[in-house]
């Protein structure tokens, strides 16, 4: 038995055992050279919310060059049922399929393709699991990063939730957190490998290691004269821990050096902050900065603002590093063709029926550069002037006049990238510049209006037909 | 800029910045060989349920073994503005501390220390948010698990979740729901890691990528004559695929084979696992098994068995592998000594306020083995013959006569393990051991029954005598 963190988690072994099942069955009646195409897109937008925030691409593509069985793995196969020349496949096994993708941070939409994975029935079918793995959770928590940037009114996020985050996954909160609009981090790790600055101060056990918090906050100013943020709640935030920051502050001066500022992490952070704002002021220490944590997330950072407390800096935890409320996108990959077919999942739900054949998304924007709607087309069509929506056949939109844009592009070509991987501080650009020609209405938290996301007549009809077909046959 | 996957996770900067901040405010003091006790424990029970179990200490202890900067890690510090004294000195860091715990799989109760860290200032301190991370999820995992078991009559329980987990989390989140109670993962990877077997049927693109349900069916079925598990919700469950699925096992009987199962995944699932149920056993087909899958937790496999759904097998995925809906538990590290002397955080709630010194947990039981109530006492106590309630001074219980364990042991020295690790499996069986001794006021969803944990009076006395000083010293 191993341990998780000693394992190379790059193996294709990180997949679902029935891609497996379905690979080697596949082998077996010689059909794994078949070529098939994938979509990736999701049904609702996390949080109740109008929009999300596409994460993750950056790493499936990493990974994708990566993927593989050692023979280590092999050799574990070898227990499961499978045959020896299906081992013998999968040892020789690599990723080669093409991938089309929206650019990581893309602000997106629900049933839009945003992945499209084309290859062999093998390939396409075993990236599936850490390709829906890897981009639910990041698209997840980059949404809700914007969410909370959306309502801090240029106030400085920093991500401090390594502790509450569900394992591992913490460094890929990190990552996403970055893309949707934090900063820094207090995850050193995930601040070294994602090229962010490690944000941190000092903990309530600090202040206890001393017999006075005074004594604990002079110590810890004098070795960290840049940058010191003081935590002021151990004791009594208003009587104490304000007034000791004060004091070391004024000793600070005297050295030529300012506090950076004071950290308040219980109580209530609005009455709190502007009593401290006050202190701090009174003393003329106006430029001493007001950080605050404790259980935030963008609902909390909001009515902080409309109390009107002065606060200038964010550590945000639990909420954000897990995506609560929702913890879990509901994204999913399905077979749009295969054979040169194109293909659809029926359900009963017309809601739930897939969009069959290769597709491309258009973006449609108006003169000030605003988003309108998006066309889901197909592969190979224009831009079309009119969209259908999706489910309701009497209503369509007129495009004609607006300017638009493609947004699935080729990332990946028979297993090769086809560019070098985008910086995850570009990346998080990227989704700020894309975010801002969202307007408010889809952006509040209550109620937000519905972008939408129609279809072609080419693609509606299409899915008509192959609906008609599926039921018939299926009679 | 790397990528997580290609990162070394065990690297010393998994951790939080201010760790490394106070860690160089100590050293330059000349405080950091300082010994030292922290305590983890959590306030408030997952799921507002009753009980949870406490899991994870295995990887956390592997880790604590590797715990160490790499040269490259050094490096990289070198930009945060530590002094190269420090640097040096972390250079040689290792773990060398003392640790007690609870055995892992054992079920426990808010407010009571689970593990004890003693060590100096800067290697408790540094370990802390490691810690957190990995036992505060899988402990919230494993409690998941064990709740979706109480009320699966039984049932065979397969964890579905990697696609919907937190990113790499799905693999510790495999781990902890095996803990709990589960016995097979879809997650091959963490089969092959946890040793557990890797189970997986078909998926709805298996199907499409056929031109007929019949024809998938049968080619699977001829590749996976053991074990097969034929999806049956692709078209028309019970027009389409149930049917075929008979006309499958029919076949596979002629060959001396026999059908396992078939897998409902949407739809209404009591409804179609009673019609499914009827049609399969009147074509003579009663032991081919009914697995259902899609949403599933603890109340909806309740409600299904309530229904008098005849399922004998569960798939369960994003509910469990992310803790829905909590999504994390509240877990704390606090000093509970320094420098011999025992430390407290207070708060302006009691309840917030931590419990000085160095500890033990005793647990009490009556004649028929269930669980009484725990006592936390001061280490060197004996179990003491009555406890008082935390908060309320006035409320106290008797438990003279009961028999009682100690429940925190040595689990490493000097950063010498003390034992091997114990197997999962084991694990898993220690926590459904320990959970039949906990009687079913306390297991139950609504309401449970809140379990005793009280403190010796010598604790609570020494609570209050710290919290009176500390009180005046703050004034």
Redesign the interface.
């Known amino acids: 038995?191993?341990?998780?963190?000693?394992?190379d988690?790059?193996?294709a072994?990180?997949?679902?055992?029935?891609?497996?099942?379905?690979a080697?069955?596949?082998f077996?009646?010689n059909?794994h050279n078949?070529q098939?195409a994938?979509d990736y897109f999701y049904r609702k937008q996390p949080y109740n919310g109008g929009f999300a925030v596409f994460s993750g691409l950056?790493?499936v593509l990493?990974?994708l060059q990566?993927f593989k069985f050692s023979s280590n793995?092999i050799d574990?196969l070898h227990n499961?049922?499978f045959k020896e020349e299906f081992l013998e496949f999968l040892r020789g096994f690599r990723f080669r399929g093409t991938v089309y993708s929206m650019r990581e941070g893309e602000v997106v939409f629900p049933q839009e393709p945003l992945v499209r994975v084309q290859g062999n029935?093998v390939e396409a079918?075993l990236v599936?699991?850490v390709l829906?793995?890897?981009l639910?959770?990041?698209s997840l928590i980059a949404t809700k990063a914007a969410r909370i940037k959306l309502v801090a009114r240029g106030a400085t996020l920093s991500e401090?939730g390594?502790?509450?985050?569900?394992?591992?996954?913490?460094?890929?909160?990190t990552?996403a957190a970055i893309t949707g609009g934090f900063t820094s981090t207090?995850?050193?790790?995930g601040?070294?490998?994602?090229?962010v600055p490690?944000?941190?101060?000092?903990?309530?056990?600090?202040i206890?290691?001393y017999k006075?918090?005074l004594a604990a906050f002079r110590?810890?100013a004098?070795?960290?004269p840049?940058?010191c943020v003081l935590l002021v709640d151990?004791?009594?935030t208003l009587?104490?821990g304000v007034p000791n920051a004060i004091t070391v502050a004024k000793e600070m001066e005297q050295q030529g050096h300012k506090l950076m500022g004071i950290r308040l992490d219980?109580?209530d952070l609005a009455y709190l902050a502007k009593q401290a704002r006050q202190q701090l002021d009174a003393a003329g220490l106006s430029y001493v900065k007001i950080v605050v944590s404790n259980q935030l997330d963008e609902h909390i950072v909001k009515s902080l603002f409309d109390q009107g407390a002065p606060i200038d800096i964010f550590g945000v935890g639990?909420s954000l590093v897990?995506?609560?409320?929702d913890?879990?996108?509901?994204g999913v990959y399905?077979?749009s063709m295969?054979n040169n077919e194109p293909?659809?999942?029926?359900?009963?739900n017309i809601k739930k029926t897939t969009l069959p054949g290769l597709k491309q998304v258009y973006r449609y924007h108006d003169s000030a550069g605003n988003f309108i709607a998006d066309a889901v087309a197909l592969d190979g069509e224009c831009a079309p002037a009119m969209i259908q929506h999706p489910y309701e056949p009497d209503k369509s939109m007129q495009l004609k006049g607006y300017q638009s844009e493609p947004l699935l592009q080729p990332v990946m070509q028979h297993g090769s990238l086809l560019m070098k991987?985008t910086?995850?501080l570009e990346v998080a650009d990227y989704a700020a510049s894309r975010l801002s020609r969202l307007t408010d209405e889809y952006k509040r938290f209550e109620n937000p209006h519905i972008y939408k996301v129609g279809l072609s007549k080419k693609l509606y009809d299409l899915r008509t037909e192959l609906r008609n077909k599926?039921k018939k046959?299926?009679?």
Chains 1, 2 share one sequence.
């Open positions: 038995m191993q341990h998780t963190f000693a394992t988690l790059t193996s072994l990180y997949t679902d055992m029935y891609q497996l099942s379905m080697h069955s596949h077996n009646y059909r078949e098939v994938f950056g790493e990493m990974l990566e793995d574990w499961t049922g029935l079918q599936e699991t829906l793995n890897y639910n959770f990041q401090f390594l502790r509450r985050a569900q394992g591992l996954g913490g460094m890929q909160a990552r207090s995850n050193v790790l601040a070294k490998v994602y090229g490690a944000v941190g101060t000092i903990a309530h056990s600090y206890q290691s006075e918090e110590d810890f004098k070795v960290n840049q940058g151990t004791y009594d009587k104490s219980s109580g639990t897990t995506g609560k409320p913890a879990a996108l509901d399905k077979l295969a293909r659809l999942k029926l359900s009963e991987p910086p995850i599926y046959d299926s009679l």
